[in-house]
């Protein structure tokens, strides 16, 4: 196999060598701090973002008491169990955890907040997971009933999944978003378990679909894009959460290297790993001197603005996936490399450590700035990603993608 494309980027500063004990202490240090909130975590979700750098319960919403289960950010709550439990092979992970699973079938059964695309992001990090590491039978009727509602979403003339709100809502009907790609894992899944080839064909096509039209020539990606579902045109890009239409916005760049890869992974097909490899060259050319993304590529210093260390976070995680399918070589060298040193500088200045009074794993992370909603906060995702970081630099781990 030949290197499909060049990871090549601009010079930075030397980040310090990411060292052994860094990230055995790290580790030790986010397992210390799951392990405060799991008294509470049986029995209430986290709210999306952290106020004052402390989570608290999700409010009531859609009908839903505080600190249900709502929301697109479950999951990774969920998700940070299990590592912890892989870390540790403690029963007390396991039990939430399996509370946790127990909540998912509920929210299905009920139907609770379940007319989006982020199916992926919920079932693939509870219910994937917990059928992987537990065999739960239970779990993976759940990961394959959520499969189903996924797959409702599709519309075979446009090739894509629809992101948000109703099938029928012409405000929101043919847009896709470039946080789908993470959300295609589930359906892989599901080919995998059932062998039914609908699932696979699916998130196949709206892979190569993003491909098409979210990717820009200059290895940029749009957030959005609306397509009429009806002719399978695409119409216009356009962003929900970057800067402006046509900047980049750092996690959804993060998103796209990311499942540009698992999509590789899935499929083999080598133009998604030709893609995940531009758009990290992109993102690693627009990093500033410590590694960590402002929360839209198109900022520098001189901006004010802030970092997203939750971009960062998955940017790293993306790139140590890519960096298994690409030859030995100086592009795959490059992925290990700056994956590292992302991850260096979230240790050393961006993560808690016992003595913070912050419940969170990651601090300086921003949910949606233009709307000023958990902007340098905590975020679920990024608690997330981070522990999973770790997790890849320090075992041999097969991910719940």
């Not at 199916?119 to 394959?144: D, E, M, N, P």
Request: proline share 6%; charged share 20%; aromatic share 10%.
């Amino acid at each position: 196999m030949t290197t499909p494309t060049t990871l090549t980027t601009t010079p930075h500063p030397t980040t310090p060598p990411l060292q052994p004990h860094e990230l055995g202490e790290a580790l030790r240090a986010a397992t210390h701090k799951l392990e405060r909130n799991l008294p509470w975590l049986g029995h209430t979700f986290p709210d999306d973002a952290t106020v004052q750098g402390q989570y608290r319960p999700r409010p009531p919403q859609q009908g839903e008491p505080e600190g249900a289960n709502v929301g697109w950010t479950t999951g990774f709550c969920t998700g940070m169990l299990w590592l912890t439990y892989e870390h540790l092979a403690d029963d007390r992970y396991r039990t939430v955890a399996d509370t946790h699973v127990l909540s998912f079938r509920d929210r299905l059964d009920r139907a609770v907040d379940i007319d989006h695309h982020d199916l992926g992001f919920l079932y693939s990090l509870s219910c994937v997971a917990a059928h992987r590491l537990t065999g739960s039978t239970v779990a993976r009727q759940t990961a394959l009933d959520a499969a189903d509602l996924l797959l409702r979403r599709y519309f075979p003339a446009a090739g894509i999944i629809q992101a948000w709100g109703d099938l029928h809502d012409p405000a929101q009907r043919g847009r896709i978003i470039v946080d789908c790609l993470m959300n295609l894992p589930l359906l892989y899944w599901a080919t995998e378990q059932t062998g039914d080839d609908r699932y696979r064909a699916a998130a196949y096509q709206h892979a190569l679909r993003s491909r098409d039209v979210l990717v820009r020539p200059d290895h940029t990606t749009f957030h959005t894009f609306h397509f009429d579902v009806q002719t399978g045109v695409p119409l216009t890009g356009s962003t929900h959460q970057g800067a402006h239409d046509h900047s980049c916005w750092a996690r959804g760049q993060a998103w796209s290297i990311y499942g540009f890869a698992l999509s590789y992974a899935a499929t083999r097909d080598p133009r998604f790993l030709k893609t995940a490899c531009e758009l990290a060259g992109y993102f690693l050319s627009h990093l500033p001197a410590d590694h960590v993304a402002y929360w839209d590529l198109s900022f520098d210093a001189s901006s004010g603005e802030p970092r997203d260390s939750s971009a960062a976070a998955i940017a790293a995680c993306g790139l140590l996936e890519l960096a298994r399918w690409l030859p030995d070589g100086s592009d795959r060298n490059q992925a290990v490399s700056t994956a590292h040193s992302i991850v260096a500088s979230l240790i050393r200045h961006y993560a808690t450590t016992d003595h913070d009074a912050s419940n969170a794993l990651l601090l300086h992370g921003v949910y949606h700035r233009p709307h000023g909603i958990g902007v340098d906060e905590a975020n679920l995702w990024g608690d997330y990603f981070y522990l999973e970081a770790l997790t890849r630099l320090t075992r041999d781990w097969t991910p719940y993608w």
